[in-house]
C-alpha cells in the first residue's frame, strides 16, 4: 500500500510542477534564392525563384507537393510567406492509411504584406493531422501572388511532449465575461503552438487535466481495497487503507485549489499591469481595450443630444454600455441618421475615417454630409458631428 501510495503521490506532484525550457527539432525547407529543397510536384501554378523565396502565380487553381523525406515527427508546422492580397490556401497532406492520391486539406491565410510573415498552423490539434506524413505541400486559388520564403517543421520527443504538457496544465486563460461563472480549468496539450492557441476558440484546442486527478484517485481507491484484502480485512487495515486514500484525496484537492487560485491571481496581477498602474493614456481593461475611457470622455459631449448614432467593432457589449454611460443621451443606429441625427461616436473601427473633404466615409463610401470631429480619442475612436 505504501508503495503505490508514494507512486501516486509522486506521478501527482510531477505533474503539478511547472516546467520551463524544452528542446525541440526543427527542420527548415528554405526557398530563397536558387534553393528549392527536394522535389516538388507542380499542378497548374507557375513557381518562380527569387531572392525573397519561390514566387507563387496562380492563372488557375493549382497545387505544389512534395514527399516530406524527414527523420522526424511533425507536431507544428510554421510557414513565412506574404502576398500581395490577403489569400486563403490550403495546406496538403497525405495520412498514410489513405489512399495515395488523396490528401487532407487544411485552409489558412497568407496575409497581405510586402515582407515575410510567420503563419502558425497548430496542425496536431487537426483530428486528421498524420504526424508521420509521407507526402505534403499547398493548394492554392485562382488568382494567387505570392512569396514562399520557408517553412520550418516541429518535432518533438515524447519527453518533450510531457514537459509541454506540465506547461500547458499551468497556461491560464484571459479573463473573460464567462470567466464570473465558469472556467475551463487545467488543460492539457502536446506541443508548443498547441499550448499557444488552445484559448483562441471555444472550445479549447486540449484535454481536461480532470483525467489526471480521475485516475490518481482510481488508482487510490484500487490500492486502498488491495492493501485492505491483502490484510485480512481487519480494522487495522482498513483504518490505514482509508487514511492513505483520504490523504491521497487531500494532496489532489490542495494541488488542484493551488492551481485554481493561481489562475484567478493571473487575472489579478493582469489587471494591475494593464489598468490600475498603466498609464491612463494606454491603460485597456481586459477584452475591453480602452472603451470605459472613450464612453467617459464621449459622455461629456453629449449632454444636448437625446440621441446619437453609435458604431463599434461590435454591437454586444458595447452598446449597452453606451446606454449606462451616456443617460439620458440614447445611442441608436446608423439607419436613423435620416431623423436628423447629426452625432456619430465611433469607436475601435479601423474602416471608418474622415476624408479630406470632412464626410464620414466607412469603406471608401460615403454616408454622412460634410461636419466636424468634435473629439479623436484615438486613430480609430472618435465623436463626428454633421453641419
Keep these: 500500500m505504501s508503495s503505490l501510495f508514494r507512486t501516486s503521490i509522486i506521478l501527482a506532484v510531477l505533474v503539478l510542477l511547472p516546467a520551463t525550457t524544452h528542446a525541440v527539432t526543427i527542420t527548415e525547407w528554405n526557398f530563397r534564392g536558387s534553393n528549392v529543397p527536394g522535389r516538388w510536384e507542380v499542378r497548374d501554378l507557375a513557381p518562380v525563384r527569387t531572392d525573397t523565396g519561390l514566387h507563387i502565380t496562380a492563372p488557375h487553381?493549382?497545387?505544389?507537393?512534395?514527399?516530406?523525406?524527414l527523420h522526424h515527427r511533425i507536431d507544428d508546422i510554421i510557414v513565412h510567406a506574404f502576398a500581395t492580397q490577403a489569400t486563403e490556401v490550403f495546406l496538403l497532406w497525405h495520412h498514410r492509411n489513405m489512399p495515395p492520391s488523396n490528401l487532407v486539406q487544411l485552409?489558412?491565410?497568407?496575409?497581405?504584406?510586402?515582407?515575410?510573415?510567420?503563419?502558425?498552423?497548430?496542425?496536431?490539434?487537426?483530428?486528421?493531422?498524420?504526424?508521420?506524413?509521407?507526402r505534403i505541400g499547398f493548394a492554392f486559388p485562382q488568382g494567387t501572388d505570392a512569396i514562399l520564403e520557408s517553412m520550418e517543421f516541429?518535432?518533438?520527443?515524447?519527453?518533450?511532449?510531457?514537459?509541454?504538457?506540465?506547461?500547458?496544465?499551468?497556461?491560464?486563460?484571459?479573463?473573460?465575461?464567462?470567466?464570473?461563472?465558469?472556467?475551463?480549468?487545467?488543460?492539457?496539450?502536446?506541443?508548443?503552438?498547441?499550448?499557444?492557441?488552445?484559448?483562441y476558440q471555444l472550445p479549447p484546442l486540449a484535454y481536461s487535466a480532470n483525467i489526471i486527478f480521475y485516475t490518481l484517485m482510481i488508482i487510490g481507491a484500487g490500492a486502498a481495497i488491495f492493501y485492505w484484502h491483502a490484510h485480512g480485512r481487519t480494522f487495522k487495515a482498513r483504518q490505514k487503507s482509508a487514511t492513505g486514500f483520504l490523504m491521497l484525496i487531500a494532496i489532489l484537492w490542495i494541488g488542484y485549489d493551488?492551481?485554481?487560485?493561481?489562475?484567478?491571481?493571473?487575472?489579478?496581477?493582469?489587471?494591475?499591469?494593464?489598468?490600475?498602474?498603466?498609464e491612463e493614456s494606454t491603460r485597456t481593461f481586459?477584452?475591453?481595450?480602452?472603451?470605459?475611457?472613450?464612453?467617459?470622455?464621449?459622455?461629456?459631449?453629449?449632454?444636448?443630444?437625446?440621441?446619437?448614432?453609435f458604431l463599434a467593432t461590435h454591437r454586444w457589449p458595447y452598446l449597452g454600455a453606451m446606454r449606462y454611460f451616456t443617460y439620458p443621451s440614447i445611442p441608436?443606429?446608423?439607419?436613423?441618421?435620416?431623423?436628423?441625427?447629426?452625432?456619430?461616436?465611433?469607436?475601435?473601427?479601423?474602416?471608418?475615417?474622415?476624408?479630406?473633404?470632412?464626410?464620414?466615409?466607412?469603406?471608401?463610401t460615403v454616408v454622412t454630409p460634410p461636419g466636424k470631429v468634435l473629439y479623436q480619442f484615438d486613430d480609430h475612436s472618435f465623436i463626428f458631428r454633421t453641419r
Design 332 to 364: 441608436t443606429e446608423p439607419d436613423q441618421a435620416q431623423f436628423g441625427i447629426d452625432t456619430w461616436v465611433v469607436f475601435d473601427r479601423p474602416d471608418i475615417s474622415v476624408d479630406p473633404s470632412e464626410h464620414l466615409v466607412s469603406e471608401g
Design 61 to 69: 487553381e493549382g497545387s505544389l507537393t512534395r514527399l516530406t523525406d
Design 286 to 309: 481586459r477584452e475591453r481595450g480602452r472603451f470605459y475611457d472613450f464612453a467617459t470622455i464621449a459622455s461629456t459631449y453629449l449632454t444636448k443630444d437625446p440621441t446619437y448614432i
Design 107 to 134: 485552409p489558412f491565410k497568407i496575409p497581405s504584406s510586402t515582407t515575410p510573415l510567420s503563419i502558425e498552423l497548430n496542425v496536431s490539434s487537426f483530428p486528421e493531422w498524420d504526424p508521420n506524413t509521407d
Design 154 to 199: 516541429v518535432g518533438l520527443q515524447w519527453w518533450e511532449h510531457g514537459i509541454v504538457a506540465m506547461q500547458s496544465f499551468w497556461t491560464f486563460d484571459w479573463y473573460k465575461p464567462h470567466s464570473i461563472n465558469f472556467v475551463w480549468g487545467p488543460l492539457l496539450t502536446f506541443t508548443p503552438l498547441s499550448k499557444k492557441h488552445m484559448f
Design 258 to 278: 493551488i492551481r485554481m487560485g493561481a489562475e484567478w491571481l493571473s487575472y489579478v496581477r493582469e489587471d494591475l499591469r494593464t489598468y490600475l498602474l498603466a
